[in-house]
Nanobody, 127 residues
């Protein structure tokens, strides 16, 4: 059974920073592709969730266009955990952030590529 548990969300002022954590159970994060997606207020369908970034098995990362240069994904294999370090936060970054995992990826930016999802953590950025 795969379990992904996100934490670290909260309320922060614009320009501030937060670090999200995703602890995995049932799979080793070093053996799978993992990513972060976010769902902004008003979005309802999983297909609408925005790609934030991905770290693949080899540790290579890519970031979504709207967060490049501000957000960084990293991994701690010993803790079986991935992180999303967010800086220079903007009000438009307000969303529920999801950690996801998959063994095979057709399009890493497509939420339909990922079989396993965490429950999400809320990030709210005030202006």
């Amino acid at each position: 059974q795969v379990q992904l548990v996100e934490s670290g969300g909260g309320l922060v002022q614009a320009g501030g920073s937060l670090r999200l954590t995703c602890a995995a159970a049932g799979r080793r994060v070093s053996e799978y592709h993992m990513a972060w997606f976010r769902q902004a207020p008003g979005q309802e369908r999983r297909e609408e969730r925005e790609f934030v970034g991905r770290i693949n098995r080899s540790g290579s990362t890519i970031a979504g266009d709207s967060v490049k240069g501000r957000f960084t994904i990293s991994r701690d294999n010993a803790k079986n955990t991935i992180y999303l370090q967010m800086s220079s936060l903007k009000p438009e970054d307000t969303a529920v952030y999801y950690c996801v995992l998959t063994g095979g990826v057709v399009d890493p930016k497509d939420p339909r590529s990922y079989a396993y999802w965490g429950q999400g953590t809320q990030v709210t950025v005030s202006s």
